[in-house]
């Protein structure tokens, strides 16, 4: 019997005991019984109204009494509560034991999936002191590409026609912006702009880019066992797609030691890949970059790390996320260079805040900053189409 079918006939089988006990309820009432026993039985019990609501993107649980919920970029409180700790422990258990995990007091913090590809987080006392946290951060069912991002204000269509150039130009792009700034998704609407009869070999901790292309092989990294063995790091899938053939590598987001393996790939004929870091502005994510090869176990001198990065970046495409909710792309970055020992960076385009409307949105323009990129005869000398009024646009 599959899941459907059993639901199917649980649902019948409510249905008759209430109207066997005469229970005095209204139609609606009894709806929502039903469905609250259906969601305690196959669901995520009081959690599945927020999960099957298109408008999340993230949901928080605090506390047992206290559920937020992330809705057009705002947070808001929500009416969801479970019955107690222990009601919430046992969703929790629910969610990490279909994937071979478990969380209890000798681990008491863990990462999991759902199966829409959401992402969880829960810990749990003693290092949680106010009982068990979870925190869902929601899969889009379907990507974001450009045009969304043209609709709601957060690129220009003549930033758009750039970055497009850039990326068929073979250019090696890095996504900078903080925590919840868009840079998954703006990373995915980067990668449909990879011609089709490439192959693209993609790296996260937790997929969630859902390239649209034919030729894509995606690896996911995978934490120890319970014993403290199995772990494979990003590190190992980085050095294991060098010898897959990629065309292009895409790392959903680079945090520590693969970042050495990720900037030699870039150096060593993998033109092309894609990767974001944890930055809030272009300067900060170079700075990063450096931290993360000194994590390495490497002694190199700086100068020699800062030409490592300046030699295999070629652009820097800053988000931020707004004080509105709204994700915006504040600026794109050339890396031009080495000047004595710092690495220079020239603005292409910036983002510019004059204000906020009545409404309390965010007002301000994009514009191009004229300065011509080093990178102008790639555009020009790229075998894919290129958009001839990209030079335009830059001036």
């Known amino acids: 019997m599959d899941l459907g079918q059993a639901e199917n006939e649980l649902r019948a089988a409510i249905t008759e005991l209430l109207g066997e006990l005469a229970v005095p309820l209204s139609h609606r009432d009894r709806e929502n019984l039903r469905e609250e026993i259906l969601h305690e039985v196959y669901g995520l019990g009081p959690l599945e109204p927020l999960l099957r609501d298109p408008d999340i993107s993230d949901i928080l649980?605090?506390?047992?009494?206290?559920?937020?919920?992330?809705?057009?970029?705002?947070?808001?409180?929500?009416?969801?509560?479970?019955?107690?700790?222990?009601?919430?422990l046992q969703i929790i258990d629910r969610i990490v034991s279909k994937v071979g995990r478990r969380i209890?007091?000798?681990?008491?913090m863990v990462d999991a999936r759902l199966p829409d590809g959401s992402r969880v987080n829960a810990i749990i006392p003693?290092?949680?002191?106010?009982?068990?946290?979870m925190s869902i951060r929601r899969f889009g069912?379907?990507?974001?590409?450009?045009?969304?991002?043209?609709?709601?204000?957060?690129?220009?269509?003549e930033m758009v026609a750039v970055l497009q150039g850039m990326v068929r130009a073979r250019l090696n792009i890095l996504v900078s912006g903080g925590t919840g700034s868009g840079k998954t998704t703006l990373l995915n609407a980067l990668s449909s702009f990879i011609p089709d009869g490439e192959r693209i070999v993609t790296i996260e901790d937790s997929a969630e880019l859902q390239l649209q292309q034919p030729h894509?092989?995606?690896?996911?990294?995978?934490?120890?066992?319970?014993?403290?063995?199995?772990?494979?790091?990003?590190?190992?899938?980085v050095r294991n797609a060098l010898r897959m053939r990629p065309d292009r590598i895409v790392v959903g987001e680079v945090r520590g030691a693969e970042v050495l393996d990720m900037l030699q790939a870039m150096n060593t004929g993998h033109d092309g890949s894609i990767s974001t870091v944890h930055a809030n502005t272009a300067r900060d994510s170079i700075n990063r970059l450096e931290m993360m090869m000194q994590m390495c176990g490497f002694e190199l001198p700086s100068r020699a790390m800062r030409q490592q990065i300046s030699s295999a970046i070629d652009l820097i495409v800053q988000t931020a996320r707004m004080?509105?909710?709204?994700?915006?792309?504040?600026?794109?970055?050339?890396?031009a260079g080495m000047e004595g020992d710092m690495i220079t960076l020239q603005d292409l385009f910036a983002f510019t805040r004059d204000g906020v409307d009545k409404d309390g949105r965010i007002v301000g323009r994009f514009a191009s900053t004229g300065i011509r990129p080093r990178f102008t005869e790639r555009l020009k000398s790229s075998s894919h189409e290129i958009d001839p009024k990209i030079l335009e646009y830059l001036n």
């Not at 209890?104 to 008491?108: F, G, L, N, V």
């Not at 004080?323 to 890396?335: A, C, F, L, Q, Y």
């Open 61 to 88: 649980v605090n506390t047992s009494r206290q559920v937020y919920v992330e809705r057009h970029g705002k947070l808001e409180p929500t009416t969801v509560m479970f019955r107690n700790d222990a009601h919430l």
């Open 216 to 237: 894509v092989v995606r690896l996911e990294t995978r934490p120890p066992n319970i014993e403290g063995r199995g772990e494979v790091t990003a590190r190992d899938l």
């Open 323 to 335: 004080s509105d909710g709204s994700r915006k792309v504040m600026g794109i970055t050339e890396v």
């Open 104 to 108: 209890d007091e000798s681990s008491p």
């Open 126 to 133: 003693p290092l949680a002191l106010d009982g068990p946290i």
């Open 141 to 157: 069912r379907s990507p974001l590409m450009m045009d969304d991002l043209v609709r709601v204000g957060a690129v220009t269509p």
